[in-house]
């Protein structure tokens, strides 16, 4: 492959990238349009389009109409949309995937168990993407310091529960 070759494929791949993005901020504006108009049905296929293209609003939005439902399923499937966003850098979707990770109840409810390496991780992402409504900062320190004191690496297969330790130590999130 030469040079012109080479700087071809770069742009076109620069292009598509922005266009997809631009499609998926055009889908989930659609879609709020949509949920607007209490059209949901419609609206949830349409952020979940979007979410599929890549906006991490739209991933966090969908989790909010699968949230309302509490049977395993929805949590399951509000659980990933959050995973999705939060890859796809919305600030409060990895906050909520790592206080999911946190408070065990809605984990356990789908047979999965929390893991405070993933918490620490994901609310450490939401810090540094500017999550500043829940002191996701304060969180994510308080976190990694818990972490240390359950045996770090191992906490998340010696049962440490990290809701449980901040209450000991009467720290609030």
Do not use: W
Request: glycine share 6%; hydrophobic share 40%.
């Amino acid at each position: 492959m030469n040079i012109k070759s080479f700087i071809a494929c770069i742009c076109l791949a620069a292009i598509s990238s922005l266009a997809m993005a631009e499609n998926a901020e055009s889908v989930y504006k659609q879609g709020v349009a949509a949920y607007d108009k209490k059209d949901h049905k419609q609206a949830a296929t349409l952020f979940e389009q979007a979410c599929d293209a890549g906006s991490g609003e739209a991933c966090y939005k969908r989790a909010e109409m699968y949230a309302i439902k509490s049977d395993k399923e929805s949590i399951r499937q509000t659980l990933a949309l959050l995973a999705k966003g939060c890859i796809n850098n919305h600030a409060s979707a990895c906050l909520y995937i790592g206080a999911a990770n946190i408070d065990s109840e809605a984990l356990e409810t789908t047979g999965m168990k929390p893991k405070l390496s993933l918490a620490t991780k994901v609310i450490g992402m939401a810090c540094e993407l500017g999550e500043r409504e829940h002191d996701s900062c304060k969180l994510h320190t308080v976190l990694k310091s818990i972490n240390e004191m359950c045996g770090g690496e191992f906490a998340d297969r010696d049962g440490c529960r990290p809701k449980e330790v901040a209450e000991m130590l009467d720290i609030s999130f």
